[in-house]
């Protein structure tokens, strides 16, 4: 992630400027030679890469199959003790080096899959049910940074509409492209990433004895909440932002610069920086982390899908917002005339949106068991997990 921030910084600061200074033709051919270098690179380097040997041939098909086994059992009573469900011995994981995963009390239903019916037909394992369970509980989670995925949208959106009308000098002969303050959203995380690794976890460390810092739900937490204080933030400057417009009588000059500092959206491009250390690095990590072991790479389209989706969602607020409040002739909170619209209110609704996610974030987070395996090998031998139990209410367990 630090190296994609690195590259953020350079393209934003840098062919911004030039696509507005020197052409656009120069702005994208220089990305087009970085990316047919990077090519040649991935190209030569692919020989040389050592591929992970997958144990299952189809490891998404044991999901299907356990949601399938369950409903065909649903009518089955299930045994009181859960060391009763059809389970493989410790020497099968052992020798085939896959994790074996504990019995969970969530969406017990699924437990009737392992449920033994017939001698001649083999229930679904307890590992199995386990990772169908991790699939349904990380997509609970994913649900709730889809509104958060929406927030960081504006930074292209509705942020840099708003810089367009103002005041971008930087010396009487200068002028900042209003895109290239997206930069210094960059440049927080890439300040903040080693605050992050280097002092925030130590310190966490000692106070909680998490190897982590934080757990990784906690560490959503947060950044939910700077989040939350950076649209408040948004809010205030554009209620600014409209008294002066007002002072000034620009309401009908779409085209005019109002004379107030683009420095002004500062404060809110930082914070959403911050808080994508703990968002976006926080994301990846927690779906790589709890996909099953040979589901892996779920966990990155579960982190990509989110960041697309809330895109769209974003797309289709501003539509539906536009559609509501344009009815009967009303003004538009989000017209083509920026100066004549009421992005405040939008950014009050996207207030209140946000804090009603945290909400269920944290109902979500309290119902969310992280997984938890029996033992793992290293080094040839098998050594327990040893995950002890947290409490807090953003995380059952460590």
């Not at 509104?147 to 509409?161: D, R």
């Not at 080693?194 to 004895?209: E, H, L, N, Q, W």
């Not at 989000?334 to 946000?354: A, E, Q, R």
Request: proline share 5%; charged share 15%.
């Amino acid at each position: 992630m630090f190296s994609a921030f690195t590259g953020s910084v350079f393209a934003t600061l840098g062919l911004v400027y030039i696509q507005e200074n020197l052409g656009w033709g120069l702005g994208y051919g220089i990305p087009t030679f970085g990316l047919i270098l990077s090519l040649v690179i991935f190209y030569i380097g692919t020989p040389m890469y050592r591929h992970k040997v997958r144990r299952t041939r189809h490891p998404a098909g044991h999901l299907l199959r356990v949601v399938l086994a369950a409903f065909a059992n649903s009518k089955l009573e299930l045994p009181s003790d859960p060391l009763k469900l059809h389970e493989l011995d410790q020497q099968y994981y052992v020798s085939t080096r896959k994790p074996r995963l504990h019995h969970t009390h969530v969406f017990r239903w699924l437990d009737k899959a392992a449920i033994s019916t017939s001698p001649s037909r083999p229930p679904c394992t307890v590992t199995q049910v386990e990772e169908t369970k991790l699939v349904l509980a990380m997509s609970m989670i994913w649900l709730v940074t889809l509104i958060p995925s929406t927030i960081w949208a504006q930074i292209n959106t509705l942020f840099l509409k708003q810089g367009t009308t103002l005041d971008r000098h930087l010396g009487p002969n200068f002028q900042i492209p209003a895109a290239s303050l997206g930069s210094f959203v960059t440049l927080s995380m890439l300040v903040f990433v080693p605050i992050y690794d280097r002092y925030f976890v130590p310190f966490a460390r000692k106070k909680t004895g998490n190897p982590r810092g934080v757990t990784l739900l906690k560490r959503l937490g947060i950044g939910f909440m700077i989040q939350i204080v950076a649209i408040a933030i948004a809010y205030t400057v554009e209620v600014k932002r409209i008294g002066a417009i007002k002072v000034h009588r620009l309401m009908k000059s779409p085209e005019a610069i109002i004379p107030m500092s683009i420095f002004n959206l500062l404060p809110q491009y930082v914070l959403l920086g911050v808080a994508d250390v703990f968002n976006a690095i926080g994301l990846l990590e927690f779906f790589y982390d709890q996909s099953p072991e040979d589901m892996q790479s779920l966990g990155t389209t579960f982190f990509t899908s989110g960041i697309g989706v809330g895109n769209f969602l974003n797309s289709f607020l501003v539509t539906v917002v536009d559609g509501i409040t344009g009815r009967n002739g009303g003004k538009k909170w989000i017209g083509k005339n920026v100066n004549d619209s009421h992005f405040d209110y939008y950014y009050g609704f996207l207030l209140i949106l946000s804090t009603l996610n945290l909400g269920a974030f944290v109902l979500a987070s309290k119902k969310y068991v992280y997984k938890t395996e029996s033992a793992e090998i290293k080094d040839g031998f098998v050594q327990s997990e040893g995950r002890g139990l947290d409490m807090s209410p953003l995380g059952l367990q460590v």
